[in-house]
Nanobody, 123 residues
């Protein structure tokens, strides 16, 4: 079992930055594939970025070059650094984990999810 708690959401103006954190507890965190997913109002949940147990990452095209996913195994924490934010980045952001390989296309396959937090970008 893995428990995930997100923090760091909020409201910023377009062009600004935010860093999301996801604290994980439970067994074998470092061996899990971790990711950030988001869901905007009226839209389906989509993958934003993932990172596997050896640090390989995947990113949605819409965030490449602006967002960076990373993790600190010593702190059991996953991060998402978001720069050059746009109004279309406004969404609920969810941290997720799975013991199997994952990617940004794993929105229906992740075993563990945080409760999510709201990111609002104003123009």
């Amino acid at each position: 079992q893995v428990q995930l708690v997100e923090s760091g959401g909020g409201s910023v103006q377009a062009g600004g930055s935010l860093r999301l954190s996801c604290a994980a507890s439970g067994n074998s965190y470092s061996s899990y594939c971790m990711g950030w997913f988001r869901q905007a109002a009226g839209k389906e949940r989509e993958g934003v970025a993932t990172i596997d147990d050896i640090g390989r990452t995947t990113y949605a095209d819409s965030v490449k070059g602006r967002f960076t996913i990373s993790k600190d195994n010593a702190k059991n924490t996953l991060y998402l650094q978001m720069n050059s934010l746009k109004p279309e980045d406004t969404a609920m952001y969810y941290c997720a984990a799975d013991s199997a390989p994952c990617s940004i296309y794993s929105r229906n396959g992740m075993s563990y999810w945080g409760k999510g937090l709201l990111v609002t970008i104003s123009s």
